[in-house]
């Protein structure tokens, strides 16, 4: 290198080191200036710092919604703007789809976007915002793929975006504002509004986990359209609810969701009904729809069902019953919990649905469990006993609390018949309420039963060749005066005016000062069994 070179050399490597120097200072002072600078200010500084100053690093679960929402309090009408996600895209073009974010990317949200924030603050301390109209007319959306023309004012807030791949942002700064309070419906605005979403989306999240289906009411749903578009829908405000067989449910409450949304969705994709909910209706209003929207099929008779299994006969009432196909093998009984509801016991749950009858509780605080067959074993069974006239005749008397004697010898003198005195041989003795009871095992001729009974005695007279045992309690019931027992028994479970279940059993349900007696010619499932042991009732089978 010549002498003059090597001197120029120099001189410019002290040129640069000067430059170093001196810029070294400069951070700290900008930093400061832009900390207090204004939005316009700042939009014309350094485009470096700017990035630095609005990077943020993306943490695992961030999605770009929830970034604008949680790290730059933005409202929804800016966060799901169109124009928000493709200037947002355009600053990033190191990330290949904003919309699909991965931990540890850095993301630039350009300042442009972050002034809306700025006047929204300064407004907020006295200075009058811009008139609703104004602030729909600032805010221009990008059009969806397929209908470029139609008027995109109305996906303001909507917690949709909507883009084609091909699609570019203006080259003009993007300036957006909005009139936060003119998006939704005032009886939207309050914590009664929030309280009554919550219930109706804790309601949906039951209804769908009770078919085995699933939920997405998270981060965001990027679902394709024609000509290579997308709609990005946040779930958090349109949550999806999927169901095994094929049919999807979109929740769409206060109604937020644009016309146009709506017909792309119906347009494009299968099997998915959009349920609308509103915040004066009631929940039953609203689960009507989701019921028909989920392609379950329903019964129309009233709301009621009645199944016999065993001789056992089952009848259940609810809001809904539905079935998933049309072989009807098991029917699910939706109903609308209330606060003074009883709890059906976890045995004759799961009795119900070993017969194909599914109890399905929406808006209960202690959950109901989802019972099935296996669950838990039973620890309870019948006693048996051996089915023979005089048998059952001295076992019921005993189970009524009456004193009796047998074979007991009596004299009876006829009315009007001095002189004449009969002796015979009694099977079965005993008073009750100052009357003279027998039991006659026809040993007795008629005309002695037609004597005695003419004197005041009370007489029944039992064929010991039959053997209609049921026939025959009923007989000794009512002989005895007994009227605290019925056949077949009932259990009835009311916990609204369109919910309830009722079973009858066979059997006679006696109550007597031991306890609660079943007696029954039938064998019962072991649930069944569970469940009369739970409510305390001994079973007893013949």
Not at 120 to 145: I, L
Not at 243 to 249: Q, R
Not at 283 to 299: M, N, P, Q
Not at 463 to 475: G, R, S
Request: charged letters at 20%.
């Amino acid at each position: 290198m010549s002498a003059t070179n090597k001197n120029i050399f120099q001189a410019l490597l002290f040129i640069c080191l000067c430059i170093y120097a001196g810029g070294a200072q400069a951070p700290a002072a900008y930093a400061a200036a832009t900390d207090n600078a204004t939005p316009a200010q700042q939009e014309h500084a350094p485009a470096d710092i700017q990035a630095a100053k609005n990077s943020y690093t993306v943490q695992q679960g961030d999605c770009l919604g929830k970034i604008l929402r949680a790290v730059y309090k933005l409202p929804d009408a800016i966060i799901f703007s169109p124009q928000t996600t493709i200037t947002i895209q355009e600053a990033n073009p190191h990330i290949h789809n904003v919309n699909d974010l991965h931990a540890g990317q850095k993301l630039i949200v350009p300042i442009q976007i972050l002034e809306h924030t700025a006047r929204q603050n300064t407004n907020s301390a006295g200075h009058k915002q811009a008139a609703p109209t104004a602030a729909k007319q600032a805010v221009r959306p990008g059009a969806f793929p397929g209908n470029e023309k139609s008027d995109s004012s109305d996906n303001i807030a909507t917690g949709f975006t909507g883009h084609a791949q091909s699609q570019r942002a203006p080259e003009q700064p993007i300036h957006l504002e909005t009139d936060e309070s003119s998006i939704r419906e005032t009886s939207l605005a309050g914590a009664d509004a929030q309280l009554h979403e919550k219930k109706i989306r804790a309601m949906l999240f039951d209804f769908t986990k009770a078919f085995e289906g699933s939920d997405n009411a998270s981060c965001v749903k990027t679902l394709p359209i024609e000509n290579g578009g997308t709609v990005v829908m946040d779930c958090n405000q349109f949550p999806i609810y999927a169901f095994p067989w094929g049919e999807k449910i979109i929740l769409d409450y206060g109604e937020k969701m644009p016309a146009a949304i709506r017909n792309i969705i119906s347009m494009q994709w299968e099997h998915t009904d959009i349920i609308s909910a509103g915040f004066h209706e009631d929940v039953e209003t609203v689960f009507a729809r989701v019921i028909d929207g989920c392609g379950l099929h329903k019964i129309e008779s009233g709301n009621h069902f009645i199944v016999s299994r065993n001789n056992v006969q089952i009848s259940v009432s609810g809001n809904w019953i539905v079935y998933k196909d049309n072989l009807q093998k098991n029917i699910f009984v939706v109903s609308i919990a209330h606060d003074s509801c009883h709890r059906v016991p976890d045995s004759l749950t799961a009795y119900l649905a070993g017969v194909g009858i599914n109890l399905v509780y929406l808006g209960s605080e202690e959950k109901q469990p989802s019972a099935t067959i296996g669950s838990y074993s039973p620890v309870y069974q019948a006693t048996q006993v051996q089915p023979d006239p005089v048998r059952m005749t001295d076992m019921i008397l005993e189970l009524l609390g009456i004193s009796f004697q047998k074979n007991k010898k009596t004299k009876i003198i006829p009315q009007n018949a001095d002189g004449i005195t009969f002796e015979v041989t009694i099977d079965r003795k005993f008073t009750l309420a100052g009357k003279t009871f027998f039991i006659d095992f026809k040993n007795l001729s008629p005309n002695i039963a037609d004597m005695l009974s003419n004197n005041g005695f009370k007489i029944i007279q039992i064929d010991v060749k039959n053997n209609d045992y049921i026939k025959l309690i009923q007989e000794l019931i009512d002989f005895c005066g007994v009227h605290n027992t019925s056949f077949p028994a009932h259990f009835q479970y009311d916990q609204s005016e369109k919910t309830s279940i009722k079973i009858s059993v066979p059997g006679f349900l006696l109550h007597t000062k031991s306890g609660d007696i079943m007696l029954t010619n039938v064998e019962f499932d072991k649930y069944l069994y569970k469940f009369l042991s739970e409510l305390d009732i001994k079973v007893i089978k013949f």
